[in-house]
């Protein structure tokens, strides 16, 4: 028998691990059977290279995992229900483990551009539990949407305007526990949110016509830190939570109302106290839908970190590929401040910039751009430099205006893009001028300055920050690396 790969014999460690914790004899010899050699073996095969579908990896992890867990618990006289519960949370780890292996998961993950424009008609339906009272007023809530609104305004260069109705608070039938989901992104029960979802806007269908909404937020009335109260601050539900993102699976879920009626658009659930930067990123997950299983408008920070430290409130430890450089990776830079404006590419994705206001530069080519301000809204806005079918360089000029002055630095960024990575690992890589300051907080190539360039000799791209001219327009040449000195 071949030997256990290093993800699995890191599983079961923690299994062991935790089997020390827990204080019953019973569950840890229950635990331990599910580290014996024919087990991995098992898992080992989930885990293969034969491309599976998510259905057929949950099977496998029940037949398997989970399986061998109740059996081993059912012997020593245990309830069925309570080994099946405790059988759980080690067949997610099998699932998630097997997906991060599983070959039909490694496709692109970025959805095809969308255009998104005009008025966005945005429902709010704060929601209350029998056993919590609400820390935030409704004229509290109204005032943070109205915030989002004037950011997605200002995001979008004036091309969508969102009108939105926020509801009175409207009863959720069970207690908050009966709803809380998971703090970690690949842990979240599907079927909670679904209950949360149906409920609030089965209450809201008695008061308003949703199919007159384009999106619905759902505002769960209890103080929240990651892990406490609902347990995560605020997801997108639907493309999201109810789908589920990575391997293919994402798409927009439909749910079926007391009434008889349906909705299946755009849904973002947040607890009271998330940030607006929170609130704007899904958002716009909710404005991007999806297609062919892919999310129009991804996640650009890094969903495994997030997995493994879901309780870390900053998001400045998942934001590793592009900083703060596109709200879709972080969504804020200080918790009293704005959060920070999208990228090129998901203005891109989201059809607010036109193509004419891009300028495409093969590589190769030695070609000079004076770049406007990303926020400014004029052209041209981007350079696009190809560097195969689906990977390529965009080229931006940011600068301390409008949404841009929460940013930490000015200059030249480079977004290193690669469709064909999935969702949370690195669609979008900024390129780090300075990667001995932390967080991408001086990213930029700026000029004057060392460096002023980035040079990718592999794909035969050097772009050089040459100087900031009237209007805060950049100068940039971009040229192959050897013209570079």
Known sequence: MRSAPKYLRKAQAEWLREAWMIESRTAFRALAALCSGVLLAAVIAIGSAVPQTRDQ????????????????????????????????????????????????????????????????????????FPDVVPSKSIEEITTKVQHVSDWMRKASYDRVQIEFQVLDWQPMRSSLASYRVSPSNFEV??????????????????????????????????????????????????????????????????IHLDDGTTFDRGIVVSAETAHVGHVAHDLLHAFGGARDGRRSVPDLYDHQIQHRRPRFTSPTLFSIYAGPWDIMSQHFVERNRPPPPPSSFTRLQL????????????????????????????????VKVPLGPRHYLLLENRQKMWLGAILPATGLIVLDVDEERGEGAG?????????DVPGFMNAPFAPGSKPDAYINRAAGVAVVAESVEEGDRLRILVTPPKQVR
């Open 57 to 128: 990896i949950i099977n496998n992890c029940r037949n398997t995992v989970g399986r061998s867990f109740v059996q081993s618990c059912m012997q020593q006289k245990q309830d069925l229900s309570a080994c099946r519960a405790a059988a759980t949370p080690h067949v997610r780890n099998c699932v998630v483990a097997a997906e991060r292996k599983n070959p039909a998961g490694r496709g692109a993950g970025v959805g095809e551009p969308v255009r998104v424009e005009g008025p966005q008609r945005l429902l709010v339906v704060p929601v209350r």
């Open 351 to 382: 059809g607010w910039i036109d193509a004419d206001q891009v300028v495409t530069v093969q590589p190769g080519q030695t070609q000079s751009v004076l770049l406007e301000p990303l926020e400014s809204g004029r052209r041209p806005l981007v």
């Open 189 to 254: 029960d599907p079927s909670r949110v679904r209950r949360l979802v149906t409920e609030a806007l089965s209450a809201a269908a008695r008061k308003v016509r949703l199919a007159d909404f384009t999106q619905v937020y759902v505002v769960a009335g209890v103080e929240t830190v990651q892990g406490t109260g609902y347990g995560m601050i605020t997801y997108a539900a639907n493309p999201g939570m109810l789908s589920g993102v990575s391997h293919g699976r994402a798409r927009m879920e439909t």
């Open 427 to 435: 669609i979008v890589k900024v390129a780090n001028a300075h990667p």
